[in-house]
């Protein structure tokens, strides 16, 4: 069985099986350095049972309607991934987060799966408000909201702990009325 959406013809989403535990761990591990730097959950003692207990929680998130993560493939290969960090089905709001292996980066690839994260966030789930939060100095995460049109609501002062010392937050937003307006088939970045 496969759970995956197709965005085009070089990437698609797939949700993580246990099965798929090394290849993650595997990525991460490769990407150590780059990822650490932005990732607070990224530890030292990262382990293959950490991506396995990571996606076993996904799992459970999924089916108890909580948030979920999906694998990001580029021409079938996981190059990322991209997560409903929490669902907040009362007040109809999500934040998305993301990485990306530092070879996969300058293709829009995490462009594209936010913005079909963000078309189905309003189009299927019926939310009302995406948040996406970024750590301010992380320009490349910056510029994705950015390029998606989301309005920059503030800064969450040393809102983030990022493994050993505190970070300032951005926090940005759009709304469902708002992406509605933007959104047309011919978009293209
Ligand atoms: C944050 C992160 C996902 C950004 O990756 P990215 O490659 O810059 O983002 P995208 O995949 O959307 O690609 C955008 C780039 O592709 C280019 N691009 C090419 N085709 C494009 C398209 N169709 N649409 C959008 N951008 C496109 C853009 O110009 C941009 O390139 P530039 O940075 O040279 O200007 C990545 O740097 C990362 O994972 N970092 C480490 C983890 C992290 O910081 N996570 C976020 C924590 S908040």
Not at 145 to 170: I, N
Request: glycine share 4%.
């Amino acid at each position: 069985m496969r759970f995956s959406y197709r965005i085009d013809d070089d990437v698609e989403l797939s949700l993580a099986e246990v099965r798929h535990a090394e290849e993650v761990y595997q990525l991460v591990k490769d990407n150590y350095d780059y990822l650490r730097q932005w990732l607070p959950w990224l530890d030292e003692d990262y382990a293959l049972e950490h991506a396995r207990d990571v996606i076993k929680q996904n799992l459970l998130n999924l089916s108890e309607n909580k948030g979920f993560s999906m694998r990001i493939l580029f021409q079938k290969r996981m190059a990322g991934n991209i997560s409903y960090n929490f669902i907040d089905w009362r007040h109809r709001r999500t934040e998305i987060g993301y990485w990306l292996a530092a070879p996969f980066q300058g293709k829009g690839i995490m462009t594209k799966a936010c913005r079909a994260l963000i078309d189905n966030a309003f189009h299927e789930m019926k939310l009302n408000r995406v948040e996406i939060c970024c750590v301010v100095e992380n320009k490349r995460s910056r510029m994705i909201p950015e390029r998606l049109g989301f309005t920059l609501e503030g800064v969450l002062r040393q809102g983030e702990w990022l493994h050993d010392s505190f970070h300032d937050l951005a926090v940005y937003s759009t709304l469902a009325s708002e992406w509605r307006d933007k959104d047309s088939p011919s978009k293209t970045r």
